[in-house]
């Protein structure tokens, strides 16, 4: 079964993809309402306006992964809502997204980007309700 993937950094580019990846396909532009991008040594999403990316289908979400540094705890990977337009069209509810603390990637405080008490799942976990993703065009 293949995975949806909300990609907003190095994986919206066909040839990293292709380096990386065996089987993929990339399913349309999108964008994410509720979250926008700030870069640091690497970029991450915070809640904010928007921010466009690429949907991305694979099976082999393992080495989306470990590129981007799940097991070592840089990016955690969560899931979104799609819109439901944009969810009939690709047979899925939801889009997994990564997102890193802000102060991992040296941006600042925790506080700086992500409103609330709590760790930085936890906080996460509070604003997702409010975030879609949907289909550009």
């Given amino acids: 079964m293949a995975d949806l993937v909300f990609v907003y950094g190095t994986l919206t580019d066909d040839v990293q993809v292709d380096a990386l990846l065996d089987s993929y396909r990339f399913v349309g532009e999108a964008v994410c309402v509720g979250?926008?991008?700030?870069?640091?040594?690497?970029?991450?999403?915070?809640?904010?306006?928007?921010?466009?990316?690429?949907l991305l289908e694979t099976s082999e979400i393992d080495r989306l992964d470990r590129y981007e540094g799940v097991d070592r705890g840089l990016y955690d990977r969560v899931s979104v809502s799609l819109v439901s337009s944009l969810a009939a069209t690709v047979s899925a509810t939801t889009a997994s997204v990564y997102l890193a603390a802000p102060n991992d990637l040296g941006l600042g405080s925790l506080d700086r980007y992500w409103p609330g008490e709590g760790s930085f799942r936890t906080r996460v976990d509070r604003h997702l309700p409010t975030t879609q993703i949907e289909r550009i065009n």
């Fill in 35 to 54: 979250l926008r991008r700030v870069d640091g040594r690497y970029p991450t999403l915070v809640p904010g306006e928007s921010v466009t990316g690429r």
